[in-house]
C-alpha cells in the first residue's frame, strides 16, 4: 500500500514540474489582434499643391527702345576726334551729319554680350540703307588692352567688324563719355543715337534684341520723336521738311 502511495505521489510531481516548465503566453489585447489579423495598412496620399492663380506670373518685357527720351533736351553729340584701330577705313569723328541717325555702340572685345551683338547691330545698318533717313553705325571700343582688341578686329570675317573707333583708358576717354552723359566706365554694352542734327537723343544701357529694330524704323520714319531730325516730342507723327 505504501509502494501505491508513494508513486502516486511521484506522478502527481512529475506532472506538477511538467505545468511549470510551460512557458506562459501573454494575453492579446484587442487592438493587437485587431492588427494582426487585418490587412496591412495603407499610407495615406500626398497633399497636391493648390493650381496656380492664372495670371500671377507675367513674362518680362523687353524695354522699349529710347522710352522717353526723344523728346526731352539734348546735349551735342561730342565732335573730337577719336583714336581708332583695325583698317584704317574710318574718318576722325563720328559720322554724324544731315540724312541718318547715327548709332554708337560702346563694346569690347572680352565682352561677350557686345560680340553676339554686332552682326545684329550691322545688319540694321544694311535693311535702312533704303529708307529715306538711314541709319550709320559706329563702333567705339573701350577695351584697355590693345593686343587683344587688334586680335579681335583680325579674326573678323570680311563682312565683320574690322576697324572701330577707340577710347583709350584715361582722360580721353572720361571726357568723351561725360559730353554724352555717361560715366567713364559704363556697363558694357551701351548705346547711344545721335540725330541728324548732332543731338545725342538716345542712351540705352545693356544688350539690344531684335524687336527694337521695329522701334528704329519708326525712328527714322519721324514716327517717334521727330522727322528724321529729333524735333517733335516723343510719340507724335511728323511731315519730313
Keep these: ?5 508513494a508513486s502516486a505521489s511521484v506522478a502527481v510531481l512529475f506532472l506538477a514540474c511538467e505545468e511549470k516548465a510551460k512557458p506562459t503566453l501573454a494575453p492579446q489585447s484587442r487592438s493587437q489582434a485587431v492588427v494582426a489579423a487585418g490587412p496591412p495598412p495603407v499610407p495615406a496620399p500626398m497633399p497636391t499643391p493648390p493650381p496656380a492663380a492664372a495670371g500671377s506670373a507675367k513674362p518680362s518685357q523687353h524695354p522699349i527702345l529710347c ?5 526731352k533736351p539734348a546735349k551735342d553729340a561730342p565732335k573730337a576726334a577719336l583714336s581708332r584701330a583695325g583698317e584704317s577705313t574710318l ?3 563720328l559720322p554724324v551729319g544731315p540724312g541718318h541717325w547715327t548709332w554708337v555702340n560702346l563694346w569690347a572685345a572680352w565682352c561677350v554680350p557686345c560680340r ?3 552682326p545684329r547691330l550691322k545688319s540694321w545698318e544694311t535693311k535702312t540703307a533704303g529708307e529715306r533717313v538711314s541709319l550709320k553705325l559706329a563702333f567705339i571700343s573701350l577695351d584697355d588692352d590693345g593686343r587683344q582688341l587688334e ?8 563682312t565683320g567688324l574690322k576697324a572701330t573707333y577707340w ?23 551701351a548705346h547711344f543715337l545721335i540725330d541728324p542734327a548732332g543731338k545725342v537723343r538716345c ?12 522701334e528704329v524704323l519708326k525712328i527714322l520714319r519721324g514716327e517717334r520723336g521727330g522727322a528724321g531730325a529729333g524735333q517733335n516730342a ?8
Excluded: C, Y
Excluded at 500500500?1 to 502511495?5: A, E, K, S
Excluded at 586680335?151 to 570680311?158: K, V
Excluded at 577710347?167 to 554694352?189: A, C, F, H, N
Design 234 to 241: 516723343e510719340g507724335t507723327h511728323g511731315n519730313p521738311h
Design 1 to 5: 500500500m505504501r509502494r501505491v502511495v
Design 167 to 189: 577710347l583709350t583708358d584715361g582722360s580721353q576717354r572720361k571726357t568723351w563719355l561725360e559730353e554724352v552723359g555717361m560715366k567713364d566706365e559704363p556697363e558694357l554694352p
Design 203 to 214: 542712351k540705352q544701357q545693356g544688350a539690344i534684341d531684335d524687336a527694337d529694330f521695329a
Design 116 to 118: 553676339e551683338e554686332i
Design 67 to 71: 522710352a522717353q527720351q526723344l523728346g
Design 91 to 93: 574718318s576722325e569723328k
Design 151 to 158: 586680335t579681335f578686329l583680325g579674326q573678323q570675317p570680311p
